[in-house]
């Protein structure tokens, strides 16, 4: 797998960009089929650590009553979704779903949603672990979770440069 060169950027809905509030904790959420890998920021919006994977049955709904406690425990000013776009940069149905899982976190909570380029996050996860000297067989979970805490981290450094 060739790593992604070119630096993410946030990506609006629609044609409109969400910007999501510059101070307090954002939570990322970095969709997928069967597991959602979450990551919170802290306050000041510098850091951020892997937070949780929810899991979802295959063809169920998204699970937001498991997101719901994140969000009420956690308390974020703003929601960030990872949009797995096409290689190319286009939308496809993966970056659709995506889109209407952020839909849903944000008309059921009230919380801004953003999404942000997500390519590659899952395999820089995965070499972060092996660059460690980790083992990444049946650790689906962390790894997600540590997909998200990528997204997030790369959002926040976007954003402070």
Do not use: C
């Not at 307090?24 to 069967?34: C, F, H, N, R």
């Not at 709904?61 to 979704?81: E, T």
């Not at 009230?110 to 390519?119: L, M, Q, T, Y």
């Amino acid at each position: 797998m060739s790593e992604h060169t070119t630096t993410p950027s946030p990506v609006g809905v629609g044609n409109e960009e969400v910007v999501l509030p510059s101070g307090g904790k954002l939570l990322a959420i970095d969709w997928g089929e069967k597991r959602i890998g979450l990551a919170l920021s802290d306050a000041e919006q510098h850091i951020a650590h892997p937070l949780g994977t929810l899991t979802r049955r295959l063809g169920r709904r998204f699970p937001m009553k498991q997101l719901r406690v994140h969000l009420d425990a956690h308390q974020p000013v703003g929601v960030l979704v990872g949009l797995p776009l096409e290689e190319s940069g286009e939308e496809g149905p993966n970056a659709e779903k995506a889109r209407l899982t952020g839909e849903l976190v944000r008309s059921k909570s009230g919380i801004p949603v953003s999404f942000f380029d997500e390519r590659m996050t899952t395999a820089r996860a995965l070499q972060a672990v092996r660059d460690l000297g980790g083992n990444t067989r049946g650790r689906r979970e962390e790894i997600d979770s540590l997909a998200a805490t990528v997204l997030l981290q790369t959002y926040l450094d976007t954003n402070r440069s």
